[in-house]
């Protein structure tokens, strides 16, 4: 089995700003926005929205079509290799 952190390297940026943010605030804030239950599909969590938007800008992405892309590539090779 792939641990996803184990991929992440100890000193990449990304980590030093998952430390720094306050996820449980981010929901919070989001949550007038998001209705509970009801028809329809669940919202993302806006959490994931923010650090996609955060992945797009710290590794200069051209757009979030791109970045989910490229995470769905990464993703989809870790699985199929078991390597990153």
């Known amino acids: 089995m792939v641990c996803l952190d184990d991929l992440v390297p100890a000193d990449d940026g990304l980590r030093r700003i998952e430390a720094l943010i306050d996820w449980a605030n981010v929901r ?8 509970p239950g009801g028809p329809g599909r669940m919202g993302t969590d806006p959490a994931v929205l923010v650090k996609l938007a955060l992945v797009l800008a710290w590794r200069s992405r051209p757009s979030m079509r791109a970045t989910l892309k490229a995470a769905s590539t990464t993703s989809r090779s870790v699985a199929t290799s078991g390597s990153y």
């Open 28 to 35: 919070a804030t989001a949550k007038p926005f998001y209705r």
